[in-house]
């Protein structure tokens, strides 16, 4: 019959005969439609060990059905159970399942050996066993789970494999732990600090290089010179290379971490350290010659980062001293007079005291965004000349690159700073980013570029241009 506006109703007939073609296609009739699921995981089991590492297992059942294909995934999960340590002359697992085998006839032979382990075969996780005084071994399967893979090895057999557990204790897990001591982490929740000490010292002796807080992980300093590194801790107690006695190369207990200390023969020397530090440690340089730089870098944690800053600056002002090799330039009575030991061949100083003091120490990102958003001009420049005079020093510099200028700036211009010892002090012939002030005197006679005292002059490099550039991002509009 036909509706009214010439279309036809579907028959009821069609919808259900549709329904039950596409339940058959799509469900009942078709193929595999994907993995079973999981049950959750049961609970862990007893350390297969009793001492020493081990391992322990969890499982699961894949409930499916017929038609459907196998679960994705491990039936058994094993994990790492570090126990105390096994006792002195406690006998390793492998031993103890070679053992098994003692006085029982292999191989459809009556004869009968003593068998002791044998680490030359291919497979490290299979038993093999060496006959005792004979000249062959033979393999009995595997070993059990949780046996070293091989002596001093960290990875334990599992299921016919070595593997290494990650740092969330799963045998054969990728998860390692990031720069910051998280596992899996993506280093979002630490700083990297990375430095060159520079200062070249006015004086023989102990100088401050860094303050490593308590945290700091994954630490490391190096220099080239003649020069010793140096290392005590928050309470003043000296880990190496203090009181003026050389520390031999080798590994340190400091803070809760190991420290390792290496010098070449090529006066290369180095420090190490996993971390975390438990407790602040001071990095220190005991200068017998001008410093060429000295490289350290740490990561931080982000909450500790402020307080580092502020920490460091003030030791660098309180504890930047000469540790004196002698007590009075008088004849001193021979207590009062430490001498350095033969192994640091230093000069006395000299009886009058050094003209120019260390320099403040100015170095950080909070003190590159203070001078580069307040002054008026920031420029590299390279170094020409200078004349000291009595309250201030004149530097004749060439302009080579304008980052920032309130006013134009002329091809040579002449940068003052305050004393005969400005800080920060700059070589002849050397290029520097300079970050300076314009100083018009009351009566307009005078029109000036000021480097402040403990102003921001740094040696440029391809480095310390991108630090400005990037500086630039951060000022108040």
């Keep these: 019959m036909m509706r009214r506006g010439g279309s036809e109703r579907p028959h ?5 005969l549709f329904l039950l073609w596409t339940l058959l296609n799509c469900g009942w009739g078709g193929s595999a439609q994907g993995p079973g699921e999981w049950t959750p995981w049961g ?12 391992l322990s297992v969890r499982s699961r059942r894949c409930i499916r059905f017929s038609r459907e294909e196998l679960c994705w995934g491990d039936t058994h999960e094993y994990r790492l159970c570090q126990l105390p340590d096994c006792p002195p002359g406690a006998r390793p697992f492998r031993d103890l399942q070679c053992a098994l085998y003692n006085g029982h006839p292999v191989l459809g032979l009556q004869k009968t050996y003593q068998w002791v382990p044998f680490y030359g075969a291919p497979n490290q996780c299979d038993l093999n066993c060496l006959a005792m005084g004979h000249a062959f071994y033979h393999s009995f399967g595997r070993v059990l789970d949780g046996t070293p893979c091989s002596g001093g090895s960290q990875g334990l057999c599992v299921a016919g494999r070595c593997l290494s557990a990650g740092c969330d204790g799963l045998m054969g897990s990728d998860a390692r732990e990031d720069h910051c001591g998280r596992c899996g982490g993506a280093n979002d929740s630490c700083l990297f600090v990375q430095r060159v000490f520079r200062d070249t010292g006015a004086f023989t002796g102990y100088w401050n290089v860094t303050l490593i807080p308590e945290g700091a992980r994954h630490i490391y300093a190096a220099h080239r ?3 010793h590194l140096a290392l005590i801790e928050g309470d003043g107690r ?6 003026w006695e050389v520390s031999p190369p080798g590994t340190y207990e400091a803070a809760g971490t190991r420290v390792v200390y290496t010098r070449a023969s090529g006066l290369e020397e180095t420090l190490r350290a996993a971390g975390p530090t438990s407790q602040d440690l001071i990095l220190q ?5 001008p410093n060429p730089g000295i490289e350290f870098e740490f990561w ?3 909450e500790r980062y402020g307080p580092f800053q502020e920490q460091a600056q003030a030791l660098g002002l309180s504890l930047r001293q000469v540790l004196p090799l002698v007590v009075e330039s008088q004849s001193p009575e021979p207590h009062e007079a430490p001498e350095a030991p033969a192994a640091f061949p230093t000069q006395a100083p000299n009886s009058t005291p050094d003209p120019c003091p260390p320099c403040p120490d100015t170095r950080g990102r909070a003190h590159r965004l203070l001078h580069y958003c307040g002054s008026d001009f920031v420029f590299r420049a390279r170094v020409l000349g200078h004349l000291r005079q009595t309250q201030e020093t004149r530097y004749e510099v060439r302009v080579q690159l304008v980052y920032k200028n309130r006013s134009p700036l002329q091809a040579l211009e002449y940068v003052w700073a305050p004393g005969r010892c400005p800080c920060p002090p700059m070589a002849l012939h050397r290029e520097y980013l300079l970050a300076a002030q314009r100083l018009i005197s009351p009566d307009g006679t005078q029109d000036r570029l000021l480097l402040p005292h403990a102003g921001y002059a740094r040696p440029w490099s391809p480095a310390e241009d991108s630090r400005a550039r990037l500086a630039a991002r951060h000022c108040p509009v």
């Excluded at 009821?12 to 259900?16: A, Y």
């Excluded at 609970?43 to 081990?54: A, F, K, L």
């Excluded at 000296?238 to 009181?243: K, T, Y």
């Excluded at 340089?285 to 010659?289: G, P, R, T």
């Design 300 to 302: 931080l944690p982000r």
């Design 12 to 16: 009821p007939l069609w919808n259900l």
């Design 225 to 227: 010179s003649r020069n």
């Design 43 to 54: 609970s862990w089991s007893r350390c297969s060990s009793s001492c020493g590492q081990g």
């Design 285 to 289: 340089v005991l200068l017998q010659e």
């Design 238 to 243: 000296s880990v190496l290379n203090g009181n």
